[in-house]
C-alpha cells in the first residue's frame, strides 16, 4: 500500500503571497489532519478533515483552511503568507475509527516564506 | 485539556546502553498515547501506541514504554542503544473516541537522542 504523499515537497514564496499545499492519504483512510512544524512551536495541529468535512479546528489564524475532496485527498491553503508561516507542514491519514487512531504521516513541505 | 510534557530536551547516551526517554501526560480521560520519531529530513514514524490494553507496550525497532497511571507517564525505553537510534523522538496524547473527532494529536516538544560510538 502507498503511504501518505504531500506535494510538493518544497516550496518558496515571499510574503503577501498564497500558497496551495496537497496530501494524498493512504488508500480507505477517511481522515486527513494537517500539522505545522516549526523550531520553536514545535508541532501543532492544524485540522482534520472527515468526509469532506472539516470537523476539528487548532488555534490558527482564518488564512489558513483547507478543504477535502470525495476521493479524501486534502489540500490546505496559507493566505497573504508571513515570514513567521515558514515551518514544515505534515499530513497525516487515518482510518478514523476508535481502534483505528493511528495515524500516518506523509514526508511533509516545507515552505518557506522570503 | 491534554497536555504532554518531554522532561529531556536532548538526551545523549552511548552504543549499546540503555536508552531512557521521560513523558508526562495530563488528560481528562482515559487517553492514547503515543511515540513517534522522526529522522532528519524525514516525516514521522510510529514507534509505539497505548489504548488501553496491556500498560507494558512492544513497538518496533527493540522498543518499548510502560503506561503508569498512577504516575501519568508514558516513559520510553530500549536496552541498547543503536547508531541508528539518533533522531527526534515525541511523545503524543489523544483523546479517545470523543464524538468522532480523531485528527487532534497533542505533541510534546521532542526529544533529541544522541548515540555516541
Redesign the interface.
Known sequence: KAGVTQTPRYLIKTRGQQVTLSCSPISGHRSVSWYQQTPGQGLQFLFEYFSETQRNKGNFPGRFSGRQFSNSRSEMNVSTLELGDSALYLCASSLAGRENNEQFFGPGTRLTVL | AQSVTQLDSHVSVSEGTPVLLRCNYSSSYSP?L?W?VQHPN?????LL?Y?SAATLVKGINGFEAEFKKSETSFHLTKPSAHMSDAAEY?CVV?D??DG???????????TKLSVKP
Not at chain 2, 42 to 46: E, T
Open positions: 492514547s503515543f513517534y524525514k516525516g514521522l514514524q510510529l501506541k489504548t515525541f489523544s479517545p473516541w468522532g473527532s480523531q485528527g487532534n494529536l497533542i505533541f510534546g516538544k521532542g
